[in-house]
């Protein structure tokens, strides 16, 4: 079977970087057309670097009407800047909300991709026990061949 799609998973961390890089490398070497796929998640996760604990007072926990407006476009502006990383032509970018590895999987069958590309963070085992990780999860629950790009977060 020819692969000819190829969906790149990122998440916003600096890490994506080397995700974007190998899994478009290996699409060209396929030939292959290329989708960066992003799971838009809460506001918090969008913010560089860590606040200052004491005194930070974050987002307000009142809802907000633009709070959801404001994570999706940081997630596109975010999507743009992959896309404009890459400088080609032929690459679209796709984001969804929700549960990141369902998302994944779903646009994945949707699509249809041929091969998945994600990156592979280093948790601490707490998280994992506690959360599982989205990695684990779609090669768990998925039909199409996934490629794992290993990732230390800096």
């Excluded at 994506?16 to 796929?37: H, N, P, R, T």
């Excluded at 633009?66 to 596109?76: A, D, F, H, Q």
């Excluded at 085992?125 to 990732?151: C, D, H, N, Q």
Aim: glycine residues 6%; proline residues 5%; negative net charge.
């Amino acid at each position: 079977m020819d692969m000819k799609r190829v969906l790149i998973a990122i998440d916003y961390n600096p890490v994506s970087e080397k995700v974007i890089d190998e899994g478009y490398k290996l699409a060209k070497l396929m030939d292959a057309e290329v989708c960066l796929f992003h799971v838009i998640t809460e506001i918090g996760y969008y913010e560089t670097g860590y606040p200052a604990f004491i005194g930070y007072e974050g987002y307000s926990l009142a809802p907000e009407l633009n709070l959801t407006e404001e994570v999706r476009k940081r997630g596109e502006d975010f999507m743009q800047a992959a896309e404009k990383h890459l400088n080609d032509p032929r690459v679209t970018t796709k984001t969804a909300e929700g549960d990141t590895a369902k998302e994944i999987l779903k646009y994945a069958r949707e699509w249809p991709a041929d091969l998945i590309v994600m990156g592979t963070h280093s948790h601490s085992a707490l998280e994992k026990l506690l959360m599982g990780t989205v990695a684990s999860t779609v090669i768990e629950k998925t039909e199409i061949p996934v490629y794992l790009v290993p990732v230390k977060k800096e």
